[in-house]
């Protein structure tokens, strides 16, 4: 089984970025923790950080044959990016939409999503657990 996890804007900065809001794991740990449980179900992970919304577009129509599942933090993407939807809808297997804090406790740009409605699923506000859940999720909707 190959997922795809993908990291947007902003999110290669954890650990120093808001670590009231977002938590003080780095990327690597949460992406090791990751790849520990993945390693453990015998899964194969491709994952993915960028700041540039296009890449992640691109990174998703790349990989429509290999994943059987896409974990995606879009970050500030969330709120506005139409063409990461369609690239998701585009997916058309099983996605989940993961945020480390609750976008619903927090600013009103943040409560609409552009991601949600082409998701399985929605995860915010557990931190680094958001990941690890979407993971386990994921598996058991795919087996
Ligand atoms: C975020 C929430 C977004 O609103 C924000 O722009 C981010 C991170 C989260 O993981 O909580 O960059 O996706």
């Given at each position: 089984m190959n997922i795809l996890v993908?990291?947007?804007?902003n999110l290669d900065?954890?650990?120093k970025r808001e670590p009231e809001i977002y938590g003080k794991e780095t990327l690597e740990e949460i992406n090791n923790l990751l790849?520990?449980?993945?390693?453990e179900r015998k899964v194969s992970l491709k994952i993915v950080q960028s700041?540039?919304?296009?890449?992640i577009v691109e990174v998703i129509g790349s990989s429509l044959e290999w994943a059987d599942g896409i974990i995606i933090n879009p970050g500030a993407y969330t709120h506005t990016s139409i063409a990461i939807r369609d690239a998701l809808a585009a997916f058309?297997?099983?996605?989940?939409?993961?945020?480390l804090s609750n976008i619903y406790a927090r600013e009103n740009f943040r409560h609409h999503s552009y991601i949600s409605p082409?998701?399985?699923g929605k995860i915010t506000g557990l931190g680094?657990?958001?990941?690890?859940?979407?993971l386990e999720a994921l598996l058991e909707i795919i087996k």
């Open positions: 993908i990291h947007g804007p900065l954890l650990g790849e520990k449980k993945a390693g700041n540039y919304e296009g890449k058309n297997k099983p996605s989940i939409e993961v945020h082409v998701c399985t680094k657990l958001s990941y690890l859940l979407a």
